[in-house]
Each structure stands twice: as C-alpha cells, then as structure tokens.
C-alpha cells in the first residue's frame, strides 16, 4: 500500500490510500465499510472508526497489529470497489474519494517522533569525503530533530549559519511497533513501511575553524546538530509504502535529479550495514517506538557521487524506485 497524509480543502490532515491514482481518504471509507458492508448504524460508524482508523498516521502506526490488520481490511475493501464506485461522502459527510490535484500532501508523518540517521554506511561515502568507516558491521548514527522534516513540495530554506549545503539520498524506514534488543531475524517485522529521504547539511559549519576557540576550533563533531538539523533539512515523503509492497530493501535503484539533471544515483544494495543490522544494533540499548524513523545511509557511485551540492533555486527530485518521486525547491 501507498499511504498518505494530506490536507483537504477543508484544512483538514487526513490519511488515505494511493488506488488507481485516486487518494481514498481511509477514515471516511471505514465508516463506509462499517455501515454498507457490516450492518453498523451510521453514529456508531463514525465513533468506531475514528479510533479504528485515526486520521493521524502516528496514532494509525501506535494501534501495532490491531491497526495493521484494520488498514489491511479497509485497503481490501476499497479495491475491490474501486475508487469509482465507493460511496462518495461518509455517514460524516466527509469525502471519500479526492484526486491527487484536489490534496496537499504532507509529510507521511507529520508527527514523527524521533529520526534517526545512519552515516557513513557506503564504501563510495567514505572515499568520497575521505574518512574511515566504523568496523565491519557497525556503523555511526546522529539524530535529527523533528522539527527538520517537511513533505512533497514544501520548501527548503537556505541556512544562515554556512554557504555550503549539500543533500544526500536515502532510504527511511519507518518502525511499527515497540521493540528493543531485537535480533537481526526479527528485525523485518519490526518495519511498517518505507519513504523517500533527504539528508541535508550545511557542510562549512564543520569546516570552519572559527566556531571554536584556537586556530582548528573545537572538534567537528561539536556541530553536528547545527549543521545536520536546521528547519527543513530532512526531506520525507510523498508516500509511506508499506513493508509487504517492498520485495526486498536492500535491491532498491535511487536517483537524485537537481534541476533535471541526475546528481546522484545508487542503489541500497550498497550498504555497509543492512538494514536488518541497523535495526539491531540500535535497539540493543534504546526502545524504539511505533513512527520512528530511521534514515539508512546515503548511496550513489563514483560517477554519481552519493553527495550533491545544492544552490538556491534549486529544483530537487529525489526517487526510490516503487516509493514514489519526492519534489522540493530551495529557497533563500
């Protein structure tokens, strides 16, 4: 499935199911679902679904199996009717059915807890700045804050704090429930789903000597948060594809076209550390929560390294094959 957050004309967050190009909105099929295909009197529909199927992604996510397997039951019903021949409005009153042209996409989550970014999880990363990697099958990780992240078509601002910004691609992979110290079997089930993500960092901040006292200032590390989490410089979106429409994470082709032209281009099959490992090595010690995200490392080549600098006025387009095309600009 390809889901959704979105506003409606009515300024209303939703969520809502990509079928046959149409966003069916799937707290207002639910109630349909109860009522046309379960005998539910209209009132108790509308009670039942708004905490069967919450208009939030995040408390869509935190219901764990029980929500999975209502999203399953709703998807299935939606299909089969198909987008055309569902009931247009809801026992609320609410629409059904909305073209992508009739939306605003947001976020997938736009109440994401917290993100998680994986670093130097490529051997074309390391030779491309020069570093070393962490040991085999261990890796480094930063937390971006939430308040970074922005959906399809949102802008990207152009930070004060540095002239040099650049992006990386990569694949976010969204946790379904509550789990810590989870082994590499198990660590699958413990996804959701799958979105495009940007990486984005004002790369002069951890080059410039005079943040710190001294002539070389402090370590760079110092800085990360300020060059990693301004506002807006974690990308998310358009869709959250869920888990069992991704046959394998780890063979996914990714391109990043700047102004039409491809910047950077790779594969998650290039991955120092899978996500399976990932997912291991950072529950070992920390709980994760159903709507963390954990962002999984940048890819490319050497001939499209993994990555770009960007400029103001740039046009972004950020694809994972079978997730969807991710559309920014960055803007002064």
């Known amino acids: 499935m390809k889901l959704a957050s979105f506003r409606n004309r009515s300024a209303e967050t939703r969520i809502g199911a990509l079928i046959d190009d149409q966003l069916v909105d799937l707290t207002a099929a639910f109630e349909r679902y109860l009522v046309d295909e379960c005998g539910v009197g209209s009132d108790r529909a509308v009670e039942v679904a708004a905490v069967r199927m919450p208009t939030s992604m995040l408390d869509l996510i935190r219901r764990e199996g029980e929500g999975s397997a209502d999203l399953a039951t709703i ?139 001294g002539e070389v200032g402090l370590p760079a590390t110092y800085y990360m948060d300020l060059c990693k989490t301004p506002d807006t410089f974690q990308p998310i979106g358009p869709f959250l594809v869920t888990r069992d429409e991704v046959a394998d994470c780890q063979s996914l082709d990714m391109e990043l076209r700047v102004n039409g032209k491809c910047t950077i281009k790779g594969s998650t099959s290039g991955m120092r550390v899978p996500i399976r490992r990932q997912i291991e090595f950072l529950s070992a010690d920390m709980t994760f929560l159903p709507g963390d995200l954990i962002v999984s490392g940048a890819m490319g080549t050497d001939e499209y390294p993994p990555i770009a600098p960007l400029a103001i006025g740039d046009a972004l387009e950020a694809e994972i094959a079978g997730l969807g095309v991710l559309k920014n600009r960055v803007v002064a």
């Not at 947001?106 to 994986?118: G, S």
């Open 75 to 213: 998807y299935s019903f939606a299909c089969d009717r198909g987008p055309e021949r569902l009931t247009p409005f809801s026992p609320r009153g609410d629409r059904v059915v909305y073209g992508l042209d009739e939306v605003t996409l947001l976020t997938p989550i736009p109440q994401v807890y917290r993100i998680f970014n994986i670093g130097n999880n490529s051997a074309v990363f390391s030779r491309t700045i020069a570093t070393s990697a962490p040991e085999e099958n261990y890796t480094c990780m930063f937390k971006k804050t939430p308040r970074s992240v922005v959906g399809p078509g949102d802008d990207i601002l152009w930070p004060i704090t540095g002239n040099e910004v650049v992006t990386e691609l990569e694949l976010g992979v969204v946790i379904g429930k509550k789990c810590k110290g989870v082994t590499q079997e198990d660590a699958m089930d413990c996804i959701f789903g799958y979105v495009v993500a940007q990486d984005l960092a004002v790369l002069d901040v951890l080059t410039n000597a005079n943040w710190g006292p």
